[in-house]
């Protein structure tokens, strides 16, 4: 069985040395770069016998840094994907004036089997 979305994005922020929470950041100073998990959503596929066999996990994974946040998007891209997740959207949030951060965010799914 696959581990839960959220622990894969877990080991993979690790893997690339960024700090990550789930829902909120909340160390204080916050790093100049860091990773917010926040799940969308859990699914089953409709199937004919009304049993579902595979679960659809989404996570909104937000980046926040105070640099360039085009480097960490394509290492972060390309993490997810060598790990065999999909990356169903990303997009440029904006600058957060009063935190002086970047926000970019990923779209994340992952079907494991289920049942």
């Known amino acids: 069985m696959t ?15 960024l700090p990550i929470a789930v829902g909120l ?3 204080s100073p916050a790093p100049a770069t860091y990773l917010v998990a ?5 699914m089953f596929d409709v199937y004919g016998d009304n049993q579902p066999g595979v679960e659809i996990e989404e ?12 480097p960490i998007r394509d290492r ?5 994907v060598d790990a ?12 957060e004036a009063d935190t002086g951060y970047h926000h970019y965010a990923l779209d994340v799914a992952a079907a494991n089997s289920w049942g």
């Open 3 to 17: 581990a839960p979305l959220l622990e894969q994005l877990t080991a993979i922020a690790d893997q690339e040395g």
């Open 25 to 27: 950041y909340t160390d």
């Open 38 to 42: 926040t799940p969308l959503s859990d």
């Open 59 to 70: 996570v909104r994974l937000a980046v926040f840094t105070t640099g360039n946040y085009l």
């Open 76 to 80: 972060l891209t390309r993490a997810l």
């Open 84 to 95: 065999g997740l999909t990356v169903t959207a990303r997009r440029y949030v904006g600058f």
